[in-house]
């Protein structure tokens, strides 16, 4: 396939047509997503438009200015405090940049490269996840000819990102619990749903290491609260054997708390539980969930200022922006008091 620095200059319609052999009605479908072209077709105009870096413009305004004052926003799904906090912290800076938001989700779409192809046309720059839920060929379905961040994920060539720092917290978090006395401890959490997983994992496994202790193998479950409740059900049959859960987000957290103390065990004395991103039910539960703060909205509004500055040409080093995290410590842990509230 060939390949280039830059957007081909004046490509269009036609010259993708004349590149994949196709009519410029048959271009057209593919484009926007049609099943009424074959996949061998389909291929051909895809990689076609790939190679000329084309991007269909939209609305006749955007032909004559080649700008929407839009922001894409794509997301895996809205489930959860995490992505409503992150849309919130998207949206409210979009706007202050005068900038409308327009959102998409991953879930139940058949094809996500395509559809990303077909945002870009009513938008000026995309972000998205950095989550295995939002295949890699979406990521790099722009091929540099829109701006592109990742939100949560790690920048590559044409595409910066965004992300909050997770292995140092991550090993203080296990550093903690491991003080604890605890002797069988797991991380709750697939590492490779994403490079934030993944990252504190390795903080996980960094403080193991650290104690001359061997890390064990990740429980991988979904970021959901049903992976929570399942994975509960798992040690209350004693298929899992724990004294100490550290959980990859709160909601999986919370939910493996809630299900324990319905099957008769003990949070903290019987299995201490820590979470991730200090969501708002954290601090009211009893016990009082210990997490890492994590500024969701402000990672959100860091995502829409990047790629703001990427569609305007403000200059912008070309390195991830890490945002601090910071240890929670509660009573879920075991440890018996909690401290007062920092003024």
């Avoid at 994590?294 to 703001?308: I, K, N, S, T, W």
């Avoid at 945002?323 to 879920?332: A, G, H, K, N, W």
Wanted: with cysteine.
């Amino acid at each position: 396939m060939a390949t280039s620095s830059g957007p081909r200059a004046g490509a269009t319609i036609y010259s993708v047509a004349e590149r994949a052999g196709v009519s410029i009605a048959t271009v057209s479908r593919v484009l926007q997503g049609s099943t009424a072209v074959s996949e061998t077709t389909r291929q051909r105009v895809l990689e076609a438009a790939d190679e000329l870096r084309y991007v269909p413009l939209g609305a006749a305004r955007s032909l004559a200015v080649r700008h929407h004052e839009a922001h894409g926003l794509l997301l895996p799904e809205l489930s959860g405090p995490y992505y409503s906090e992150l849309l919130m912290g998207f949206e409210s800076r979009a706007g202050e940049l005068g900038q409308s938001v327009v959102l998409m989700l991953a879930e139940g779409k058949r094809d996500v490269a395509a559809a990303v192809r077909k945002l870009a046309t009513r938008v000026d720059g995309v972000a998205m996840l950095g989550s295995s839920a939002i295949p890699d060929a979406a990521v790099t379905a722009l091929r540099g000819s829109k701006p592109v961040v990742l939100i949560a994920g790690e920048a590559r060539p044409e595409i910066d990102a965004v992300t909050s720092e997770n292995t140092g917290s991550a090993h203080a978090m296990t550093v903690h619990v491991l003080g604890h006395g605890r002797s069988r401890v797991l991380f709750v959490g697939d590492p490779d749903s994403g490079p934030d997983v993944r990252e504190r994992y390795a903080g996980f496994v960094a403080a193991h290491d650290e104690a001359g202790l061997v890390a064990a193998p990740p429980e991988r479950v979904a970021l959901r609260e049903s992976a929570g409740s399942e994975l509960a059900d798992r040690v209350l049959s004693g298929v899992v054997t724990a004294d100490a859960l550290v959980c990859a987000n709160d909601e999986i957290a919370l939910a493996v708390m809630k299900r324990l103390r319905e099957g008769g065990l003990s949070v903290p004395d019987d299995v201490a539980v820590t979470g991730w991103d200090d969501v708002m039910t954290a601090r009211y539960v009893v016990p009082g969930l210990t997490t890492v703060r994590q500024p969701v909205r402000e990672l959100g509004a860091f995502a829409a200022d990047r790629l703001h500055e990427r569609i305007t040409g403000a200059p912008v080093l070309r390195d991830t922006r890490i945002i601090p995290t910071e240890l929670v410590i509660r009573s879920s842990c075991g440890c018996a008091a909690e401290p007062a509230p920092r003024r």
